[in-house]
Nanobody, 121 residues
Framework: QVQLVESGGGLVQPGGSLRLSCATS????????MNWYRQVLGKERELVAS????????NYADSVKGRFTIFRNNAKNTVYLQMNSLEVEDTAVYYC??????????????WGQGTQVTVSS
């Protein structure tokens, strides 16, 4: 049974920091690209950050570059999102995603339940 469980969300003041965690089980974590998405009610889900399976390559949305860092621990089957210098515009539900394409197009795509991040004074 595949599980992705996010934690670490909450209420923080502008300029503050939070670290999100996504603990996973039920699949070969070290073979998957891991992603953090976020969604604001009424808007499309946005890709925030990605990290390749070996942890050797990361990508970020322009809006979070220099403020957010994605990293993973393959021994613990966990991916993290360190969020610094938080802004009101970062308020959203944050989702953990595991994705792998095998062969010519078989997609494995798993999602967590989301964790709320609210940035407000």
């Amino acid at each position: 049974q595949v599980q992705l469980v996010e934690s670490g969300g909450g209420l923080v003041q502008p300029g503050g920091s939070l670290r999100l965690s996504c603990a996973t089980s039920g699949f070969t974590f070290s073979s998957y690209t891991m992603n953090w998405y976020r969604q604001v009610l009424g808007k499309e889900r946005e890709l925030v950050a990605s990290i390749r399976s070996a942890g050797d390559s990361t990508n970020y949305a322009d809006s979070v570059k220099g403020r957010f860092t994605i990293f993973r621990n393959n021994a613990k089957n966990t991916v993290y999102l360190q969020m610094n210098s938080l802004e009101v515009e970062d308020t959203a539900v944050y989702y953990c995603n595991a994705r792998r394409i095998v062969g010519i197009g078989t997609l494995y795509d798993y999602w967590g339940q989301g964790t709320q991040v609210t940035v407000s004074s």
